[in-house]
């Protein structure tokens, strides 16, 4: 499905994942490069402290509220449409 399928909100949302395939990015070449690890805690500690140091100037997502509302409306098994029952509902 395009991307401009969706609606202007859904949009932005999917284009903000950039900031992420970044980070993953970034994080992969670090591993790459320095090849092999003593143990899993080194190669825990090294990507703590390149997250840590990214400096990526990370921001909450505009919009998100309708987006949201938009995903929750596309989409049924989008956790916001999950709907809780009423007080008439929960008596039967």
Same mark, same amino acid.
């Given at each position: 499905m395009p991307?401009?399928?969706f609606a202007p909100g859904i949009c932005k949302m999917?284009?903000?994942?950039? /900031? *992420? #395939?970044a980070l993953h990015r970034s994080l992969r070449k670090l591993i790459k490069t320095r090849g092999s690890f003593?143990?899993?805690d080194a190669a825990?500690?090294?990507l703590y402290l390149a997250i840590k140091n990214a400096g990526?100037?990370?921001r909450r /997502? *505009? #919009?998100w509220t309708a987006a949201m509302s938009q995903f929750a409306t596309r989409f049924e098994r989008f956790p916001g449409?999950?709907?809780w029952p009423t007080?008439?509902?929960q008596r039967q």
């Open positions: 991307l401009f399928a999917i284009y903000t994942t950039n /900031a *992420v #395939e003593p143990n899993d825990l500690k090294l990526l100037p990370w /997502a *505009v #919009e449409t999950r709907r007080a008439s509902q």
